[in-house]
């Protein structure tokens, strides 16, 4: 499934298509994490997963009338 069809889906709170896109992100958000002290990656993968669900539940899915 493409990623927008994901972010659609979980929009709707439809939490399988949350995890499925957290499952495609994590191999960056682990690279990422391993560019930090490693006492504080658990704190920071916690945060950074509690935004990124934010962001998934609140994105922006208005099209302008031009595009469609």
Known sequence: ???YELLVK???SDNEAVLSIIKRFK???K???NQTS???RDDLEQDL???FIE???T???DIPEEEV
Request: charged letters at 20%; zero cysteines; proline letters at 8%.
């Open 1 to 3: 499934m493409e990623l």
């Open 31 to 33: 690279k990422s994490l």
């Open 10 to 12: 979980a929009h709707t």
């Open 59 to 61: 994105y922006d899915f």
């Open 27 to 29: 191999p960056k958000i």
């Open 49 to 51: 997963l509690t935004k």
């Open 38 to 40: 490693p006492q504080n």
């Open 55 to 57: 962001i998934i539940h």
